[in-house]
């Protein structure tokens, strides 16, 4: 069942254009739509500047979608105020990128993570709120000595375990975790997707993944949505994917995954050219000026998003015979 779905989601900005300053309007999401079942990891991936952050600030509310529908436990909760969704807030998250600047300097640990059990009322009293605080900070690896201390006398892996911990005090559902690892160390990185994948089987949580790191997304994620301008190009079951890339851009994707084996020879992808630009995107296809298979219509017709096999669907017109599932 799904816990989280996304309709025909749109997000458009007013934005200043040439020397002159004049405006203009881009669509950083671009009528996309997928579901989230319970207890499962969607992974988001894709270019920066494709819109998956976006699309993740949406689901939470932290920005107004231009059009389409935002449903949370079969609920539409698009155009719900504040007062509204703040039952739902408290089992909708979200862990920011960089946890330093997530984390306000000036307060404590205990002060961070008392607030959003004094928000949501969740605990009786001081000695209750003590006591979850302890132990959700044992939960994802520190300490209650740990209570006292401000966010700069910690790394960077420890402050976002601290997000992390911000995020599932409130024992939610449902977690946005925005590119959580990027800005650490890969060895520390390991240590983060580790306690992510723990945290998801002992809290039966459900996660959107978003990252442009393949390998961090195939760790943790049992689906996997590709986008490209605003656009989902691809979407499928983990293995799937990584088994049988459809789309030209997500085989470009796998092709820039580093490859540890010094003996082993890699593919070095062709020169695809820039990625275009939103104030003048292509009128038909988005990977159309990337494509090394575009065909004529594919500059004036964009695809659709159609099935071609119980858990794989790509918007491509070189699987144009498959069903449309639109």
């Given at each position: 069942m799904s816990l989280v779905e996304v309709e025909k989601l749109t997000k458009k900005f007013k934005v200043l254009k040439g020397a002159v300053g004049k405006k203009a309007e881009i669509t950083a999401v671009n009528g996309i739509s997928f579901k989230v079942d319970k207890?499962?990891?969607?992974?988001?991936?894709?270019?920066?500047?494709?819109?998956?952050?976006?699309?993740?600030?949406?689901?939470?509310?932290?920005?107004?979608?231009?059009?389409?529908?935002?449903?949370?436990?079969?609920?539409?909760?698009?155009?719900?105020?504040?007062?509204?969704?703040?039952?739902?807030?408290?089992?909708?998250?979200?862990?920011?990128?960089?946890?330093?600047?997530?984390?306000?300097?000036?307060?404590?640990?205990y002060d961070i993570l008392k607030r959003p059990l004094r928000i949501f009322k969740t605990v009786k009293d001081k000695h209750q709120e003590k006591e979850i605080i302890m132990k959700t900070l044992e939960s994802v690896g520190l300490k209650p000595e740990h209570m006292t201390r401000y966010p700069h006398e910690f790394s960077g892996g420890q402050r976002q375990r601290v997000a992390v911990a911000r995020a599932i005090i409130t024992r939610p559902n449902f977690v946005v975790l925005d590119e959580p690892t990027s800005a650490l160390d890969v060895s520390v990185q390991a240590q983060i997707m580790n306690l992510l994948k723990g945290l998801k089987y002992s809290m039966s949580l459900t996660y959107l993944f978003i990252s442009h790191d393949l390998s961090v997304v195939k760790f943790i994620s049992d689906q996997i949505a590709v986008m490209y301008l605003g656009n989902i190009v691809e979407m499928a079951s983990t293995d799937e994917i990584f088994k049988h890339p459809l789309h030209p851009y997500t085989s470009l994707l796998f092709q820039s995954i580093p490859v540890p084996n010094p003996k082993k020879k890699v593919k070095i992808p062709q020169d695809v050219g820039e990625l275009p630009s939103l104030l003048d995107p292509p009128k038909g296809c988005p990977f159309y000026s990337r494509c090394p298979f575009r065909k004529k219509k594919c500059e004036f017709e964009k695809p659709k998003l159609v099935k071609v096999s119980s858990v794989h669907k790509v918007a491509c017109f070189l699987y144009s015979d498959a069903t449309n599932m639109d």
């Amino acid at each position: 069942m799904s816990l989280v779905e996304v309709e025909k989601l749109t997000k458009k900005f007013k934005v200043l254009k040439g020397a002159v300053g004049k405006k203009a309007e881009i669509t950083a999401v671009n009528g996309i739509s997928f579901k989230v079942d319970k207890a499962q990891t969607l992974g988001l991936v894709g270019e920066s500047g494709c819109g998956k952050t976006t699309t993740g600030r949406m689901i939470v509310k932290l920005i107004e979608p231009s059009s389409g529908k935002i449903i949370i436990n079969g609920k539409d909760v698009t155009h719900m105020n504040d007062v509204k969704f703040k039952p739902f807030r408290r089992n909708v998250q979200i862990v920011f990128q960089d946890p330093y600047s997530s984390l306000n300097p000036r307060m404590t640990i205990y002060d961070i993570l008392k607030r959003p059990l004094r928000i949501f009322k969740t605990v009786k009293d001081k000695h209750q709120e003590k006591e979850i605080i302890m132990k959700t900070l044992e939960s994802v690896g520190l300490k209650p000595e740990h209570m006292t201390r401000y966010p700069h006398e910690f790394s960077g892996g420890q402050r976002q375990r601290v997000a992390v911990a911000r995020a599932i005090i409130t024992r939610p559902n449902f977690v946005v975790l925005d590119e959580p690892t990027s800005a650490l160390d890969v060895s520390v990185q390991a240590q983060i997707m580790n306690l992510l994948k723990g945290l998801k089987y002992s809290m039966s949580l459900t996660y959107l993944f978003i990252s442009h790191d393949l390998s961090v997304v195939k760790f943790i994620s049992d689906q996997i949505a590709v986008m490209y301008l605003g656009n989902i190009v691809e979407m499928a079951s983990t293995d799937e994917i990584f088994k049988h890339p459809l789309h030209p851009y997500t085989s470009l994707l796998f092709q820039s995954i580093p490859v540890p084996n010094p003996k082993k020879k890699v593919k070095i992808p062709q020169d695809v050219g820039e990625l275009p630009s939103l104030l003048d995107p292509p009128k038909g296809c988005p990977f159309y000026s990337r494509c090394p298979f575009r065909k004529k219509k594919c500059e004036f017709e964009k695809p659709k998003l159609v099935k071609v096999s119980s858990v794989h669907k790509v918007a491509c017109f070189l699987y144009s015979d498959a069903t449309n599932m639109d």
